[in-house]
């Protein structure tokens, strides 16, 4: 048992890890560029922003920002990724980047450039937070409730706010995470030896 879970554990870990590179590397080039990678932030109701809506989950506006995310994104993604599997994770980041981002689009201030990962923060805290009941799973249940008591306070985040903070993204995020849960649940029992399969209501 204890094998197995090192197993899972470790793409996890690394998968994680290297995002979280990649995001510092970005930032990087951002700096030295004179924050030119800062253009990839979604601008909303501007069709031509369509297209930066997944990149801006990758972009941050500074160090400071890209460190606040930095924590909870390695921390919840490596959960997620750890309970759910590699391939059904990438769906889920995936679906959480896109509706925050649509929603950023949709309903962001005129004039306002939006980018980051507390989006995806967010959408991985909502993900995690209900999986438990749609798969019936209790080892999922209790760590959902666990992240709730760790992080339960970021959902003022989420709120309607004039304090420069996007909370359109966060609350965006939190509903595709909350829809990943559903679209990416796990439909069937695995059968044990010999048995069966019953599927998951």
């Given at each position: 048992?204890?094998?197995?879970?090192?197993?899972?554990?470790?793409?996890?870990?690394?998968?994680?890890?290297?995002?979280?590179?990649?995001?510092?590397?970005?930032?990087?080039?951002?700096?030295?560029?004179?924050?030119?990678?800062?253009?990839?932030?979604?601008?909303?109701?501007?069709?031509?922003?369509?297209?930066?809506?997944?990149?801006?989950?990758?972009?941050?506006?500074?160090?400071?920002?890209?460190?606040?995310?930095?924590?909870?994104?390695?921390?919840?993604?490596?959960?997620?990724?750890?309970?759910?599997?590699?391939?059904?994770?990438?769906?889920?980041?995936?679906?959480?980047?896109?509706?925050?981002?649509?929603?950023?689009?949709?309903?962001?201030?005129?004039?306002?450039?939006?980018?980051?990962?507390?989006?995806?923060?967010?959408?991985?805290?909502?993900?995690?937070?209900?999986?438990?009941?749609?798969?019936?799973?209790?080892?999922?249940?209790?760590?959902?409730?666990?992240?709730?008591?760790?992080?339960?306070?970021?959902?003022?985040?989420?709120?309607?706010?004039?304090?420069?903070?996007?909370?359109?993204?966060?609350?965006?995020?939190?509903?595709?995470?909350?829809?990943?849960?559903?679209?990416?649940?796990?439909?069937?029992?695995?059968?044990?030896?010999?048995?069966?399969?019953r599927p998951i209501p």
């Open positions: 048992m204890m094998t197995r879970a090192l197993e899972r554990a470790k793409p996890a870990a690394a998968l994680m890890l290297g995002w979280v590179a990649l995001l510092w590397v970005l930032e990087m080039a951002d700096a030295a560029s004179g924050n030119a990678l800062d253009t990839f932030g979604v601008r909303p109701r501007e069709m031509s922003e369509l297209a930066d809506v997944l990149p801006a989950a990758f972009i941050h506006f500074g160090f400071d920002h890209l460190a606040a995310n930095t924590l909870p994104l390695l921390l919840l993604g490596f959960l997620a990724a750890l309970r759910s599997g590699l391939a059904r994770f990438v769906g889920v980041a995936l679906l959480i980047a896109l509706t925050s981002g649509l929603g950023v689009w949709l309903t962001a201030p005129a004039g306002s450039n939006t980018a980051g990962a507390s989006g995806v923060v967010f959408g991985l805290f909502g993900y995690l937070l209900i999986r438990g009941f749609i798969d019936h799973k209790p080892l999922d249940i209790a760590l959902g409730a666990l992240v709730a008591v760790v992080y339960g306070s970021i959902l003022w985040g989420a709120l309607p706010s004039d304090n420069g903070v996007s909370w359109q993204g966060h609350l965006f995020g939190l509903v595709g995470g909350v829809l990943a849960a559903f679209v990416f649940r796990q439909r069937a029992a695995e059968a044990p030896p010999g048995g069966t399969a």
